[in-house]
């Protein structure tokens, strides 16, 4: 007579995937075991806006947004030019409409109204969706986590803090657990969703080349447990990996080495400039598509902007403040110059077209319509105005814009539309489970929103929860009848 299992299932990784992916089961009647290489829950979700992109939402209703699930998956598959898989895109999309509701009675608090950005909690436009998709918690990622937690707990999901899933276990083609510190625990069902490799350098460099371009000015802000652990799953046991090369990496200067929230935000009233001197995008153009435009103009664009542009800044931040500009323009990361020829001396361009190009762009501004490049739309989404001072007061000031802040990689483990892992023959492997950054087939070279990497996380995390669930109450009938036999 076989043995049970100690667990139904075994989630590693205890970001908001394996969070929810733990929850669901449970809330399902399974046994489960949680498992975190760090000493706390939560992740990179613990750690972001929390906002989650999701479609046919009550909260969209509410502030006059229609919207579907079938919406949101042809602009999904549209800005991502159908590289991504459409079955588990579609199925991410169609279960995106009930994401929200699940994690509102956890206890989350996303209020039906409009929010200007993200941190306020509402309904937000949080990138290049068609229709307002970003759904803000109250409390941002952390109140995510912590509403996740308090579920965890409460449906009495053990949790195994500090320990690193060595291995899976896989016999005659099935899972049968995983190995933690050299222990075998036992399982019909395990869920990878140990989130994805930012933080593993050598992993960066292999499956995220474009992230070269930044050079030094490289910096991480996901979760150090982010290492990468299902390539290594992936490469024991033949899984196929999907999405290599994409990513997501925000523009920064090259002196920023925070988060946006940290950091603080550059001067409204700023032009980027190529390598010619010309105006070349918005300004604010959503960080969906802004490396992408950087790519086209060489990788980096120059940022100018004036003293009263500096001066003007808030204090508090921890990298665009006045003090810190000053402090730069001494390291050679900021140029500074009295005049707009010498400052197009001193970056490498010709004069007459920088001058060229911010005279039009105080034209523009002077009058509140960008009919370059229609940045007056994207700061109306954000609830500023688009009437901009004019980049005139020297001494004038560049630094160079790059696709520096690495937030999170999409390289995963292949999925179905069941969330179930692929393995090199195509066959999704019995009892194995993805979600979150480790899984690969949805989180596409194009970032479609603010929003969309934590949908993804808490959206297939709830599906793999479910599924396994599912599996191991099948698995524990098979195991009576063949007791009974």
Not at 77 to 96: A, H
Request: proline fraction near 5%; glycine fraction near 12%.
């Amino acid at each position: 007579m076989s043995e049970a299992p100690d667990y139904d299932l075994v989630v590693v990784g205890a970001g908001g995937a394996g969070l929810a992916a733990a929850v669901s089961a449970a809330q399902a009647g399974a046994t489960v075991l949680l498992v975190e290489s760090e000493q706390e829950v939560g992740g990179s979700t613990q750690l972001s806006a929390g906002l989650v992109t999701a479609a046919g939402t009550e909260v969209q209703a509410a502030v006059g947004v229609k919207d579907s699930p079938a919406r949101m998956y042809q602009h999904y598959m549209d800005l991502n030019q159908w590289r991504v898989l459409p079955g588990p895109t579609r199925m991410f999309c169609e279960e995106s409409s009930s994401i929200i509701e699940w994690v509102t009675d956890l206890g989350v608090e996303i209020p039906s109204q409009v929010s200007h950005h993200a941190h306020m909690p509402g309904l937000s436009r949080a990138g290049v969706e068609d229709v307002w998709r970003g759904h803000v918690p109250k409390d941002q990622g952390y109140g995510l986590v912590q509403a996740l937690e308090r579920a965890r707990r409460r449906l009495g999901v053990d949790l195994a803090l500090g320990s690193r899933v060595e291995d899976i276990v896989v016999r005659d083609g099935q899972v049968d657990g995983v190995v933690i510190d050299g222990v075998h625990i036992t399982a019909p069902n395990v869920v990878v969703a140990s989130g994805g490799f930012a933080s593993n350098p050598e992993l960066v460099a292999r499956y995220f080349p474009e992230t070269e371009v930044a050079g030094d000015a490289l910096f991480v802000v996901a979760a150090p447990g982010s290492q990468g652990d299902h390539i290594r799953f992936a490469e024991t046991h033949g899984l196929s990996l999907f999405g290599d090369g994409w990513g997501l990496l925000l523009v920064t200067a090259e002196f920023q080495r925070y988060h946006h929230w940290q950091s603080g935000f550059p001067p409204p009233s700023r032009i980027h400039v190529n390598t010619e001197g010309r105006r070349c995008m918005d300004e604010d153009a959503p960080y969906a598509v802004s490396p992408g435009i950087l790519a086209d103009q060489g990788g980096w664009v120059w940022a100018v902007f004036d003293e009263r542009a500096r001066t003007t800044l808030p204090e508090g931040y921890a990298d665009w403040t006045p003090d810190r500009i000053t402090e730069e323009v001494a390291t050679g990361a900021v140029r500074r110059a009295e005049s707009l020829t010498e400052l197009a001396d001193r970056i490498d361009v010709p004069a007459t077209v920088l001058e060229a190009s911010v005279a039009r762009f105080n034209d523009l501004f002077e009058h509140g319509h960008d009919e370059d490049f229609l940045r007056h739309e994207t700061l109306a989404a954000k609830g500023a105005g688009a009437h901009l001072d004019p980049i005139a007061s020297g001494p004038f000031y560049a630094v160079r814009m790059l696709p520096a802040e690495l937030v999170c990689t999409h390289t995963g483990l292949q999925i179905d539309v069941r969330t179930r892992v692929v393995d090199t023959t195509g066959r999704a492997v019995p009892g194995l489970y993805a979600a979150g950054e480790a899984a690969g087939g949805i989180l596409g070279e194009r970032y479609v929103g603010g929003g969309n990497s934590i949908a993804h996380a808490l959206v297939l995390g709830r599906v793999a929860g479910r599924e396994a669930a599912s599996r191991a109450r099948q698995h524990a009938t098979d195991q009576r009848e063949a007791t009974h036999a």
